[in-house]
């Protein structure tokens, strides 16, 4: 029986910490080009083994979308950039919003949806010019549902939409940015939706290793950088990103609108050009990601400001175009196996039913005060 209980004991105590990596809001980005991932019914199980209840997906498929009813999982919906020119007629929004969101909103719990991905910043001027119309005919057909307290609209921008990122008190949008990014951000502050960024430390030591020090990049011990304007000190690449980020919109007039990471990560298999991305350094990255925003640190300019962040992304995709390092992005293998240690894979003990955590602590402590009662029995 002593044994029983010392092993309960520790059981209680792996369950507790598992509970405290994963329920720390982080999202995940579940990309899907690929040809060899597990079903979305067995997905949505994975992510609840893992407490994780906040998703971004790229599309609306209805499999994924049925395979989360239920799960109270939050779950981010795209709109491809193929739809934007479509989506700027009010009958092609609404259709669409009816077709692909109403049917599931009883019973999977979808509260964005993401139009386009990356527009400004690349070449195609046309589609640039088709966003915020998109995003605003897309709102307005969810205002004439009924829909719009209950799933916002926005769109994520990579870090090519800014000029200047260091020092981030100095952080600035393109000049040819601007006559896009101005209205889509008085948009954000009328409708009260967040901004949403791609972040990546990774490329940025990729471009250049030789100046770009890994420690920094990694969020590991190291000097960090001193914001000259403000005094303040980094010790991380993505922080004083997203400090330049709230510096451009700023600049623009705006303090009223949050910013988001809807992308962030590091590839654990690259190019022999693609410095950096290893297994060791994808590792490091996220868990030292996951720690931080388990503390809910802020940055250094908004410190009582928690980070949302959404990690990219939860499997290898391998039929996506690029370099090596585009395919391996992913927290797990296909097969649904840990492409590295999260911090957690030991903790996963067998015939534990972790989808619900906080419920089976409660259970588990119960039991260990019935064993510790029949202990007590058994001893007099």
């Not at 009816?98 to 195609?124: A, F, M």
């Amino acid at each position: 029986m002593a044994a029983i209980f010392h092993k309960l004991i520790l059981l209680l105590t792996l369950s507790e910490s598992f509970v405290g990596i994963f329920s720390i809001g982080v999202g995940v980005n579940y990309g899907r080009i690929a040809n060899n991932l597990l079903p979305p019914s067995q997905v949505s199980n994975l992510l609840k083994s893992l407490n994780i209840n906040r998703v971004k997906v790229y599309d609306a498929d209805p499999t994924v979308l049925q395979a989360f009813a239920g799960t109270d999982t939050e779950i981010i919906v795209g709109l491809g950039n193929e739809y934007l020119q479509k989506m700027r007629d009010p009958q092609q929004a609404q259709t669409w919003i009816q077709q692909n969101i109403q049917p599931y909103l009883s019973q999977t719990k979808i509260t964005c949806i993401n139009v386009g991905n990356e527009v400004l910043g690349g070449t195609d001027s046309q589609l640039a010019s088709y966003l915020l119309p998109a995003m605003k005919t897309m709102y307005g057909a969810l205002v004439s549902l009924g829909l719009n307290k209950q799933v916002y609209i926005t769109t994520a921008h990579s870090l090519q939409i800014l000029a200047n990122s260091f020092p981030p008190s100095k952080g600035a949008f393109r000049e040819d940015m601007v006559q896009y990014i101005k209205p889509i951000l008085d948009f954000h502050a009328q409708v009260d939706s967040p901004f949403f960024i791609n972040a990546y430390p990774y490329f940025a030591y990729k471009g250049d290793p030789n100046n770009v020090k890994l420690e920094y990049v990694l969020f590991e011990p190291n000097e960090g950088s001193v914001d000259p304007n403000t005094n303040l000190k980094y010790d991380n690449m993505l922080y004083a990103q997203i400090d330049a980020v709230y510096s451009a919109i700023k600049a623009l007039g705006h303090t009223d609108v949050e910013v988001k990471i809807s992308e962030t990560g590091w590839p654990s298999k690259g190019d022999e050009n693609e410095a950096g991305a290893t297994v060791q350094n994808a590792g490091i990255y996220n868990r030292n990601l996951m720690q931080r925003m388990q503390q809910g640190q802020g940055t250094p300019a908004r410190p009582s400001q928690p980070i949302d962040i959404y990690i990219f992304a939860l499997f290898n995709e391998n039929e996506k175009n690029g370099p090596t390092s585009e395919r391996n992005f992913g927290l797990y293998y296909p097969d649904g196996s840990l492409v590295y240690n999260l911090g957690v894979k030991s903790y996963v003990l067998p015939r534990i039913d972790y989808s619900s955590s906080y419920k089976n602590v409660f259970s588990i402590w119960r039991l260990l005060f019935l064993l510790l009662g029949t202990y007590s029995l058994l001893k007099r």
